[in-house]
């Protein structure tokens, strides 16, 4: 009967130990492709800014002619592609998505170029940086259930994007609405970076197929690069030093 006992311990044990590596495992492939998701977003960005400052023609057309809409709403349709085609598409044109969105982000992204500091982009860059790190390591140690919180965060999501539209429309001069924005901004998207992160560990399954997982590793990628982005944007507006 020990020795019975003693043996399932044993497959316990390198049951759990298995289950962890595996998920150390999926949660690096998140991470890596979350990171190489902005890189290619500095990259684009930079050799847009470069191209526009060097042939005025360029910036006109993406800066100051209808193409700019097109610019700005481009990375929303690709999102919502991604976000509702996902189960059909094989993880190689999965992975090809994200960075195609990634892409239109970077060319979005040029327009920061020409307003803020490079020294203050890269400043705020870190702060993002170090914040977005640590609020993640919680996310994916703390033993809460985030879940009631992700509720709260949505909602204030949603309202945050409707006070954003008045203050383009309707109040575009006022400071004190583009400081509240920015403040909440940056709450909401500290708190969903460690939501969401705690929703990709428990989305982890071992016994998922490599496509299954794959897909998973995407959206979680998708997730975590657009708390990041959001959360820089808000940052630069607070803290960025304008040329």
């Given at each position: 009967?020990?020795?019975?006992?003693?043996?399932?311990?044993?497959?316990?044990?390198?049951?759990?130990?298995?289950?962890?590596?595996?998920?150390?495992?999926?949660?690096l492939r998140v991470y890596n492709t979350?990171?190489?998701?902005?890189?290619?977003?500095?990259?684009?960005?930079?050799?847009?800014?470069?191209?526009?400052?060097?042939?005025?023609?360029?910036?006109?057309?993406?800066?100051g002619?209808?193409?700019?809409?097109v610019v700005m709403f481009a990375p929303l349709v690709a999102i919502l592609f991604l976000n509702f085609n996902i189960h059909n598409l094989s993880t190689g044109a999965a992975r090809i998505f994200f960075f195609v969105f990634a892409s239109l982000i970077g060319i979005s992204f040029s327009s920061i170029l020409l307003v803020f500091a490079m020294d203050s982009i890269a400043q705020v860059f870190f702060i993002t940086a170090a914040s977005f790190g640590a609020l993640s390591l919680y996310g994916y140690t703390t033993k809460s259930d985030l879940r009631p919180l992700g509720t709260f965060l949505f909602i204030g999501l949603?309202?945050?994007i409707l006070?954003?539209?008045?203050?383009?429309?309707?109040?575009?001069?006022?400071?004190?609405?583009?400081?509240?924005?920015?403040?909440?901004?940056?709450?909401?998207?500290?708190?969903?970076?460690?939501y969401d992160t705690q929703a990709i560990k428990e989305n982890y399954y071992?016994?998922?197929d490599h496509a299954t997982t794959g897909r998973k590793v995407i959206m979680g990628a998708l997730s975590l690069y657009l708390d990041f982005i959001n959360m820089f944007i808000f940052l630069l507006r607070l803290l960025g030093n304008r040329d």
């Open positions: 009967m020990a020795d019975f006992q003693n043996m399932r311990s044993k497959t316990v044990v390198r049951g759990d130990a298995s289950i962890d590596a595996g998920l150390r495992s999926y949660m979350m990171a190489l998701g902005l890189v290619v977003t500095a990259i684009v960005a930079m050799a847009t800014y470069a191209l526009a400052t060097n042939n005025m023609a360029f910036a006109q057309a993406i800066y002619s209808p193409l700019r809409y949603f309202g945050l006070a954003s539209i008045v203050h383009i429309f309707f109040m575009r001069d006022s400071q004190a609405m583009d400081f509240a924005i920015s403040v909440v901004g940056v709450l909401i998207f500290a708190g969903l970076t460690a071992e016994a998922d």
